[in-house]
T-cell receptor
Framework: EAQVTQNPRYLITVTGKKLTVTCSQN?????MSWYRQDPGLGLRQIYY???????DKGDVPEGYKVSRKEKRNFPLILESPSPNQTSLYFC???????????FGPGTRLTVL | DAKTTQPTSMDCAEGRAANLPCNHS???????VYWYRQIHSQGPQYIIH???NNETNEMASLIITEDRKSSTLILPHATLRDTAVYYC?????????????FGKGTLLTVNP
């Protein structure tokens, strides 16, 4: 089944404790992206990647890192999480040249 | 600036057609109309897209007016599982970033 998976689905952590949210897709998509969704602010892009080893900042990259060492994986790294990074996070992927994006199920992160 | 305008909410009876309107009066010639939906806190889901011709797939139909300034998404036989926020998005194909910018969308409630 074609899908985007994210792990963990739920995470409660404390300020400053490094964490990684994994994202994997099995559709051989070149493009992958991370969004966060907050009430009243809609979906905001954090980082995106057009292909392996090619990443770029979205609208709200501060406090986040990403890497794209393999085509299928695009982990989101929070080196020192803060409470303002409490949010619902989505990973998405698509083929280049197409705007039909496939989204993961979401990761609900709470930073205390 | 909002590129699309949608009603905040709509109701539909189960089994009836749901017709969701979207105004995009400033759409340019190479921009497509995309529809996504998001069931509560789940990942957004691509539904359909079109340029100027009407389109149909297994989920829905998309009717675009001849002047392309508005469109209607039609769910032919709405079910309770179609209750979601529906987003109409205008964007060009391809490009350097496939960032999705969701507005407030239309909350469609399908009633038994």
């Amino acid at each position: 089944e074609a899908q985007v998976t994210q792990n963990p689905r739920y995470l409660i952590t404390v300020t400053g404790k490094k964490l990684t949210v994994t994202c994997s897709q099995n559709m051989n998509h070149e493009y992958m992206s991370w969004y966060r969704q907050d009430p009243g602010l809609g979906l905001r892009q954090i980082y995106y990647s057009m292909n392996v080893e090619v990443t770029d900042k979205g609208d709200v990259p501060e406090g986040y890192k990403v890497s794209r060492k393999e085509k299928r994986n695009f982990p989101l790294i929070l080196e020192s999480p803060s409470p303002n990074q409490t949010s619902l996070y989505f990973c998405a992927s698509s083929k280049l040249g197409y705007n039909e994006q496939f989204f993961g199920p979401g990761t609900r992160l709470t930073v205390l | 600036d909002a590129k699309t305008t949608q009603p905040t909410s709509m109701d539909c009876a189960e089994g009836r057609a749901a017709n969701l309107p979207c105004n995009h009066s400033t759409i340019s010639g190479n921009e497509y109309v995309y529809w996504y939906r998001q069931i509560h806190s789940q990942g957004p889901q691509y539904i359909i897209h079109g340029l100027k011709n009407n389109e149909t797939n297994e989920m829905a139909s998309l009717i675009i007016t001849e002047d392309r300034k508005s469109s209607t998404l039609i769910l032919p036989h709405a079910t309770l599982r179609d209750t979601a926020v529906y987003y109409c998005i205008v964007m060009g194909s391809g490009g350097s970033n496939y960032k999705l910018t969701f507005g407030k969308g239309t909350l469609l409630t399908v009633n038994p």
